[in-house]
Nanobody, 126 residues
Framework: QVQLVESGGGSVQAGGSLRLACVAS????????MGWVRQAPGKGREGVAA???????NYADSVKGRFTISKDNAKNTLYLQMVSLKPEDTAMYYC????????????????????WGQGTLVTVSA
């Protein structure tokens, strides 16, 4: 079982930047897909960005050109660099992992996520 712990959330003004980090521990899947999903107040969970074991990435249309997902395998850490933040980016951001790489949904997430962190809150004010 993998454990995921996020950090880096906070409050920023529109146009600002934040970098989220997710440290994975426990059983690290050899062939995995990882990503970030978010849930805004009163809305459902949506994919943001995902990256697979060979470094291919997939982004939600709403964050393309503003967010960048990356990973440091040596540190078992996943990152999400967010720039040009908008009030509509306000949400709880969750790190997620899939035990196997079944590809992307095409909407910034991996197929078959089966582990999630507790989340880190991002608040963007106008």
């Amino acid at each position: 079982q993998v454990q995921l712990v996020e950090s880096g959330g906070g409050s920023v003004q529109a146009g600002g930047s934040l970098r989220l980090a997710c440290v994975a521990s426990g059983y690290i899947y050899n062939n995995y897909c990882m990503g970030w999903v978010r849930q805004a107040p009163g809305k459902g969970r949506e994919g943001v960005a995902a990256i697979n074991s060979v470094g291919s990435t997939n982004y939600a249309d709403s964050v393309k050109g503003r967010f960048t997902i990356s990973k440091d395998n040596a540190k078992n850490t996943l990152y999400l660099q967010m720039v040009s933040l908008k009030p509509e980016d306000t949400a709880m951001y969750y790190c997620a992992a899939a035990a196997r790489d079944y590809g992307f949904t095409g909407r910034g997430e991996c197929n078959a996520f089966n582990a999630w962190g507790q989340g880190t809150l991002v608040t963007v004010s106008a």
